[in-house]
């Protein structure tokens, strides 16, 4: 099956900084949507909520 990759709907058309997520049961991939031929980073489920709820919590914003 393939995956379905999806864009943050926060990503401006043409932004440098964009990146698509495929999400499935088990795992999460990473990729860079303007070079999605490049490869992606895996990252096991719980670790990818783990990342996200950090991320959302504002501890990886810049001082």
Request: proline share 3%; charged share 30%; aromatic share 8%.
């Amino acid at each position: 099956m393939r995956r379905q990759w999806r864009k943050s709907t926060r990503s401006s058309a043409g932004g440098p900084e964009c990146v698509e997520i495929a999400l499935d049961r088990d795992a999460a991939g990473v990729r860079d949507s303007k070079n999605r031929t490049g490869g992606e980073l895996g990252f096991g489920f719980t670790q990818w909520s783990r990342f996200v709820r950090t991320a959302k919590n504002g501890v990886l914003d810049r001082p």
